[in-house]
């Protein structure tokens, strides 16, 4: 039976899936961001993007090789310093020499290389609320020791990253952290009294700065802002648009001639539409989906409560994440400069996402020793 224990292994069809939309994202990469590469690089190296984002993903894949044998239930030990350690990373993209801005953002670290400390955050919160979520789920009707501490978290971690700004991982986060106290037994009437507080939050928020007022009544009406501050969105329209049921073909898209803002980052989803068509770009959201439904499966087969909330907070905060880059795409929510996981452009958001997936390959693998028991 030991035997039987040890050589149990995960369901490895979402390692699988992963890796292939990780390699698809580096072609779609290779199309889309070549005219951004030669005006960078003056012709001399047009697919530096494409090299980034492998080098990205061969250090994703380590991450996901040593947590898929990481026992998961260790971060119960290292949750808290997991967690301050985040918080003072988040500081730290302030700090001069070392924090690095680009249009009015601070979000990077660089310390030989460059890094988002928002994106290890999101995995760090998530670990941190599992652990604390499990710890009180007997006292999570009460609102003094559940409701309170959990809102409290939030706006801790909320106002660091406001300051940055990146609204879109916040988002992520917080959407994620409710799913979270839901799932873990919060009462119907905690969510929806912590949901009003976080619309009132909002509210303020987007009121309390004129550019900010004005980018929410553009997202209202873009068209009434084309050439203004609806002009991302619109060109990601038109990209879309133009892709039609088949596509223009690879390589063929228009709008990454520099029409089109970040066609290899945030907005490569249109990029895919305008150059795959409808139903080519249809097959990338199922490929999410079924992740989804993979993430989920291992959720309901975790040997302990603590297993099942911390994988379904790691592919709530994948599938979020992608809901947000897409829904953007079509003008359904604001451009908030997410990334498509295992898609976009962006070194630090493949390589946590691949870690994800590797410490849900543990639970899964944990899961399998389980039954074997």
């Not at 990481?70 to 993209?93: C, E, H, M, S």
Request: proline share 3%; glycine share 8%; charged share 10%.
């Amino acid at each position: 039976m030991n035997y039987i224990r040890q050589r149990a292994k995960p369901d490895y069809k979402i390692a699988i899936l992963s890796i292939c939309l990780a390699i698809f994202g580096i072609i779609m990469i290779a199309s889309s961001s070549v005219v951004v590469a030669y005006e960078k690089y003056g012709g001399s190296n047009d697919y530096y993007f494409v090299w980034h984002q492998a080098i990205a993903l061969i250090v994703g894949l380590i991450g996901m090789s040593f947590f898929s044998n990481f026992d998961y239930k260790n971060f119960r030990k290292i949750a808290v310093p997991l967690i301050i350690t985040v918080l003072i990373l988040l500081l730290a993209v302030f700090f001069p020499v070392i924090g690095t801005s680009a249009k009015g953002a601070h979000r990077w670290l660089n310390i030989g290389f460059s890094f988002q400390p928002s994106e290890i955050a999101k995995i760090a919160f998530v670990i941190y609320l599992s652990v604390w979520l499990d710890s009180r789920k007997d006292q999570l009707n009460k609102a003094g020791r559940a409701l309170l501490p959990f809102a409290l978290m939030l706006m801790v971690i909320s106002a660091l990253i406001i300051l940055e700004p990146d609204l879109g991982t916040l988002s992520i986060i917080i959407l994620t952290s409710i799913i979270l106290f839901f799932a873990a037994g919060a009462p119907v009437w905690h969510i929806g009294s912590l949901g009003v507080f976080l619309v009132g939050i909002f509210a303020i928020f987007v009121r309390s700065a004129s550019y900010r007022w004005d980018r929410f009544i553009t997202f209202l009406n873009p068209s009434a802002e084309s050439l203004g501050q609806g002009y991302h969105v619109n060109q990601a329209f038109i990209a879309v648009s133009q892709g039609g049921l088949w596509g223009k073909g690879f390589g063929q898209s228009l709008q990454k001639m520099r029409y089109l803002p970040e066609p290899h980052t945030d907005s490569i989803f249109a990029i895919i539409c305008e150059e795959l068509g409808f139903f080519r770009a249809a097959f990338l959201v199922v490929a999410f989906i079924y992740l989804f439904m993979l993430g989920l499966k291992i959720a309901k087969g975790a040997p302990d409560n603590f297993g099942r909330l911390l994988a379904l907070g790691l592919t709530s905060l994948l599938i979020i994440q992608a809901l947000v880059n897409l829904a953007a795409i079509l003008g359904m929510v604001p451009m908030t400069g997410v990334t498509l996981p295992f898609i976009s452009y962006g070194g630090t958001s493949m390589a946590v996402s691949l870690i994800q997936i590797g410490i849900l390959l543990n639970i899964s693998k944990q899961s399998q020793n389980a039954q074997t028991q």
